[in-house]
Each structure stands twice: as C-alpha cells, then as structure tokens.
C-alpha cells in the first residue's frame, strides 16, 4: 500500500510518498496554496492510487499544540470534506523544515523553498514508519488513530524524561557538592572527620538519584515495551480489515463485475459503480455510452473492508492515468493516427491476440491493415461480440454462426476497429501500440504449439495454418 505525507504550509504543502512494504519515505514535490490545492492533491492521490496520507502536526518545545498545529487539523477536516474517502493520521514533527534544510545543503547549493518542503515531508513520513515498526501493518480505522494519538502524548511525555531528568539533576548537583567538599577538606585537615562525613553523605545521596534515574528509565522502557506490544495487538486486528483486489490485463468489466461480487458486494452496487460518471480528463473523450471497459488498468491494490464499489474503481482509473502521463500515451497514439479511445481499443484486441513479447509486431500488423482498408480479421472481437448477446452460445452455436453475426465488434465482417475496447489492457499491450514494431506482416496465428507465425500473404497464411494450426484454429468461438 502507498502512503503519502503532507508537511502543511499556508503558502506551500511539501508531498512526499512511501510505499508499506519499503517503508522508505521520499519527497515527491510541493503544492502551491492558491485554492486549487484540493485538485492537486487528489490529483496526487490518484497518481500514486492511495488515499492514505500522513500530516505533520507541530508542537511547542514543551509538547503542547500551537495555533499552527489548529491550522494543520482544520485544513485535515476540509481534506476529508473534499476528497472523498481520505484517510488521514498525524505524526507530531518538531523542526522538521531545519532539519530538511541541512540535508538539501549537503546535497545541493541551490534549491527552491518548496524542496524544503517536500523534503520536510519524507522526514514526518520517516518518522511516521519507524513509529510504528518494522513488522507492523498500516493503521486503518479511526479508533486505531485516536488510540495512537492520546498515547502519543503519554509518550512524548516520558521520552522528555521529566521526572528522569529531575533526579539525574540532583544526581548531578549532589556529586558537584561531593567535589566541593572534598576540595575543601585538603584545605582544613582538622575538619576531615566532618567534612568525611559530609562526603559520605552526599555520595550516597548521588548514589540514590542515580539509582532513583535508573529506575525511572526502567519504568519508562517498560511503558515503551507495553506501548509497542497493544499497538502490534492493534495493527494485527487492523490488517484483517484490509483485503486484496486484483484485476488482470484482459479481464473485462464482466469478469471484474463477477469478482466484487464474489467479495460480497451486491450486484446493484457493482453496476451502479461501472455506470457511474468519474472526473478523470482521459475518460472525456470517449463515444457516447461508452462503458468504462478497457480503461481500469490491470494490477493488484490493497482496500479497507466495506470500501465503497466506487472507491475501487476510482483507484484502477487512477491507475490508467498514471499510465497515460506517464507514458504519453495520447501523443505516441496520435502518431500512430489513433485518438486515446483508438489507442485503448486496439491494445485490448492486442492483450487478448498475443503474449507480452509478439504484442507489438501484432500491433503492427493491425495498424497496417488499418492503414490498407483491410479487416483486422481478430476472432477475439467476434468472441466478445458473442459474448454481449448470447454468452452460452445457444444462439450461435458453431463458428460458421458466429464469424457472421452482425455487430461492430466483429472485425471478420466489417473495417476499422471494433467500436469500443473488448478487454482491459495491460502495459504491454498500451505500450505495443504506441511503439509497433518495425516490420511489414499482413497476418499472423498462434500455432499449436503456442507460436506465434508471421506471413506477408494470404497464401503463406493459409500455409501456416495446414503446417502449424490444425487444432487450435478449429477451436469454437
């Protein structure tokens, strides 16, 4: 699970992230303070599909809250009225910033505020996991939060060592005596036997403080043992309320809708979820009634039990944006002679077509075809078609019946690509139509022997077949 980290400023919020297995914190950037910072943040959120977040909560010297620290709580309060579904926890900080400075001084001369920020930030998120401990899980319930925070402050309390720190003080102040005296009794011998016992006296008493400060700080490592043993006991109950959710490249809404429900959500909420309209840009330029197939990008991510359907496949569009910025999808698409919708379309052909290694020269093969006016000829999209109108094949029941079934999926009967994405494509396949490889086929198949063969015409298709497709080939719709 990914976990981000505010260190929250009034003219700039340092972001930095981890990740729960690492456990390694590192600046991200900052955010301006300029009334979009909300769009930022979940936009942040989104990139790096969390919505879990650490902020730095100051403290004075003496461990009480300051009016920065009321600043930092109410700006949580709006987060969790503006990004739905935030889960937020506190870490106190102490000069952080100072501290972020001195590392950027070690590392760079010059350097904007704003790293200060960032880097303040993976400080407070540093401090955030090594809290909590090597072999415990992420908090996840607002109880757990409560419990760690008013615990906190009986921590923070012992670790300033108050009593430990007055006894080590007359401990201290007892032995200066001591010297004292001793010095003194060189001077006077004929006071030795008072001073003696003076001397006596206060090494004894210095004996007690120290004793007395041993005690204390064995008291106060006990507390420390008994505060890690409940909050493993709490972070252990915790990890049972979080569950895995996984979706594969080439699983479609269908298969994706028949795992939430196998996970005990219901069938209503899993539709209503998939219709449902999502703020992301990438999603605008879909065709009118456009289903969100092809576009919730295949991998695994952690969720709290009873997470909102919606909250889920906000995470996997997150996902898919990530991928799209950061691999320039629309402009690499754009030079192929595809919008984004194209692009998505035709790598969920490619995911289904071939494994990760011969996806882009399929890939070039489809664009090529494309580029000729010839039909893509894919037997998955057929499939799929069937798939819509008759998934137990009581209706076209043969192949001869399926490859002529009238649907703008079917690419063995009509050009141009299907009319929409037939599976949800991994990064390979993304990727394999962005850059297709450098050749010139016109055909391909997957032999029985899991090949895969490559032809320049219809004739050297058709003997690839007779030579290396006699069973797989035949295989129904």
């Known amino acids: 699970m990914k976990i981000l980290a505010l260190d929250v400023g ?30 930022e943040i979940a936009k942040v959120a989104r990139l790096n599909s969390t919505s879990f977040f650490v902020l730095g909560l100051p403290r004075s010297n003496d461990g009480n809250e300051t009016a920065q620290s009321l600043y930092v709580r109410q700006f949580a309060k709006k987060m969790v009225e503006r990004i739905p579904g935030v889960k937020i926890r506190f870490q106190d900080e102490s000069l952080t910033s100072v ?9 760079k001369k010059r350097y904007e505020k704003g790293e200060v920020d960032a880097e303040a930030a993976s400080i407070i998120l540093q401090d955030f996991l090594e809290s909590l401990g090597r072999d415990t899980a992420m908090p996840s319930s607002p109880d757990a939060q409560n419990y760690m925070e008013s615990n906190g402050a009986r921590l923070n309390s012992w670790s300033s060592g108050d009593s430990t720190e007055r006894l080590q003080g007359a401990a201290n102040l007892a032995k200066r005596e001591a010297d004292k005296v001793k010095l ?45 043993e409940q909050f493993a ?17 080439g699983e479609t809404i269908s298969d994706i809708k028949d795992n939430l429900v196998e996970l005990g959500y219901s069938t209503t909420e899993v539709e209503a979820a998939l219709n449902a309209d999502y703020n992301f840009a990438f999603l605008q330029n879909r065709p009118d009634g456009a289903s969100l197939e092809g576009y919730l990008y295949g991998e695994t991510h952690e969720f709290y ?52 290694g011969e996806q882009p020269t399929v890939a070039q093969i489809f664009l090529t075809r494309l580029s000729y006016g010839i039909p893509l000829g894919s037997d998955v999209t057929v499939s799929y078609a069937i798939d819509q109108i008759d998934p137990n094949r009581q209706i076209y029941a043969d192949n001869q019946a399926a490859l002529s079934v009238d649907s703008c999926y079917n690419t063995r009967l009509y050009t141009g690509l299907p009319c929409g994405p037939i599976s949800n494509p991994g990064l390979s396949a993304l990727l394999a139509v962005a850059e297709p490889s450098d050749t010139s086929y016109l055909y391909f198949l997957t032999g029985d022997d899991g090949m895969m063969y490559y032809s320049y015409t219809e004739a050297e298709h ?7 497709c006699r069973d797989l080939c035949n295989i129904s719709l």
Request: glycine content about 6%; aromatic content about 6%.
């Open 10 to 39: 009034e003219k700039r919020i340092g972001v930095a992230r981890a990740d729960s297995d690492t456990r390694i914190a590192v600046p991200v950037g900052f955010i301006e303070v300029n009334g979009s910072e909300w769009q």
């Open 99 to 107: 501290v972020a400075e001195e590392r950027l001084k070690s590392r």
């Open 184 to 228: 003194n009794a060189k001077k006077a011998k004929h006071k030795m036997k008072t001073t003696t016992k003076w001397i006596s006296g206060l090494i004894i008493l210095a004996i007690i403080g120290l004793a007395a400060a041993g005690v204390a700080m064995f008291i106060r490592d006990q507390r420390y043992k008994d505060y890690a």
């Open 233 to 249: 006991q709490i972070e252990a109950n915790m990890q049972a309320e979080v569950f895995d959710f996984t979706i594969k490249p």
């Open 305 to 356: 039990k009873n997470t909102p359907v919606g909250e889920i496949i906000e995470t996997y569009l997150a996902g898919m944006e990530r991928v799209i910025t950061e691999n320039e999808l629309e402009v690499k698409y754009a030079a192929q002679g595809l919008s984004l919708f194209e692009g998505i379309t035709l790598a969920s052909v490619v995911q289904k077509e071939a494994p990760s």
């Open 462 to 468: 058709i003997q690839n077949i007779a030579s290396h």
